[in-house]
């Protein structure tokens, strides 16, 4: 069989017939970080794979495998129910498997739940209702394209936003699997480039600045979120956080003892003066694991593929070791984030509080809020401009190859 490995690619030939869990035995694979599809169907550890099978494993964090399970839904009223059909992905911390229409609604059942019963929130409070505008933050990814289409499914007034971040092929192709989603679903999509509204791009930014292309990359893509928010009248943000990017953070910011971090790490963060809108995370609740799956289910291209610029991010490292506890205790990582937005997170309430920060006030370049005379986004660009050509639309700069 024709094994092909993602990020990075790369193709092995095994004899078959060999079960999923053989296949990964060889390849020294831990099934708790992958998904393997043949087919275009998720197939778990039981699954027979013949000689003539193509194959695709795709990397993810989280996850778990037995063997020739069947589908086991959980109803919303808490009851499980018996459909017995054959499972596509199964998951140890719920003790459940599912079929593919199961666990749609599962994944649907997890998202509407975070909406309607947001932690550290005041009761009946949602994260937002049908009245309000959504500007989904999408890259491309599993994550922020699944968020979507379920916010669609359900019914919300979603329109989606793509930041161009100048990072060669990688970028281009995360732009064109936005447009066609969007395009497939008749949803609105905004695009804005960072060379040409700010006159750089993620990688001469941080050449420039003597930052890291992630903390260029990041302050960049929150200031555009809020600023076109706010320009074209949302209500709020919607970000494609999930549970392991979450938990890593957490343990990040807990292994420093961050309190400023810490305050603000909620899935709800509501707008705290002029010129914001609120910023929500409804995938808290789901695994990396899951979303890929979701998008597996639901056929939704998206970019498997790492950011280029993403080696030495120390998140990913925080994730590998959230992974490996995860693999002897199915459960740990909710358990840890969960538990710390439930209980612990009452330790910074005051300084997390709802009310404006002390001097909070418009940036006097930009107009956004700020603590200072001049935003930090002001700021960075000022760095990079000085040091960098102002680019214009004719002449992008693309410091990667295409790939």
């Known amino acids: 069989m024709r094994v092909r490995l993602r990020n990075p690619d790369r193709v092995e030939t095994l004899a078959g017939p060999l079960t999923v869990a053989e296949v990964l035995e060889r390849l020294d694979l831990s099934p708790h970080t992958v ?49 017995r059909a054959p499972a596509v992905i199964e998951e140890p911390r719920h003790r459940s498997a599912w079929c593919p229409e199961h666990f749609v609604e599962h994944v649907q059942q997890q998202i509407r739940k975070t909406i309607d019963h947001p932690p550290a929130r005041p009761p009946h409070e949602r994260m937002f209702s049908y009245g309000d505008r959504l500007l989904v933050a999408v890259s491309g990814g599993k994550d922020s394209l699944a ?30 699997v936005c447009e066609e989603f969007a395009a497939a679903r008749g949803a609105q999509l905004h695009v804005v480039s960072l060379a040409e509204t700010y006159g750089y791009t993620t990688p001469t930014g941080a050449q420039a600045s003597g930052r890291s292309t992630c903390g260029v990359c990041g302050l960049s893509k929150r200031y555009a979120f809020n600023k076109v928010a706010v320009d074209h009248g949302y209500d709020v943000v919607v970000t494609g956080h999930n549970l392991d990017d979450e938990a890593a953070t957490l343990l990040g910011n807990v292994i420093r003892w961050q309190d400023p ?32 799956a979701y998008c597996v289910v639901r056929g939704i291209d998206y970019v498997v593929e790492e950011c280029p610029l993403v ?71 000022d760095r990079i401009l000085a040091a960098l050509p102002l680019l214009s639309a004719d002449r992008p700069q693309a410091d990667l190859p295409v790939t």
């Open 35 to 83: 998904l393997v599809i043949s087919g275009g169907q998720l197939v778990t550890a039981g699954h027979t794979l013949e000689d003539a099978d193509e194959v695709e494993i795709r990397p993810v964090i989280s996850g778990g495998a037995g063997a020739a399970p069947r589908c086991v839904w959980v109803d919303p009223g808490g009851d499980a129910r018996g459909c």
């Open 147 to 176: 968020l979507w289409d379920v916010l669609l499914d359900l019914g919300y007034q979603a329109d989606g936003l793509y930041i161009g971040l100048g990072i060669g092929g990688y970028s281009k192709r995360s732009q064109v």
């Open 311 to 381: 080696d030495g991010n120390t998140g990913h490292e925080l994730k590998a070791t959230l992974d490996a506890l995860e693999a002897t205790s199915p459960g740990l990582k909710a358990q840890f984030l969960f538990g710390f937005l439930d209980k612990h997170a009452t330790k910074w309430d005051e300084e997390a509080g709802d009310d404006p920060p002390a001097g909070l006030g418009a940036c006097e370049t930009c107009g956004m809020p700020t603590t200072g005379e001049v935003c930090a986004f002001c700021r960075q660009r």
């Open 261 to 292: 971090f810490l305050a603000r790490q909620r899935p709800v963060l509501p707008a705290t003066g002029a010129n914001q809108v609120r910023k929500v995370k409804p995938l808290y609740r789901l695994s990396e694991r899951e979303m890929a």
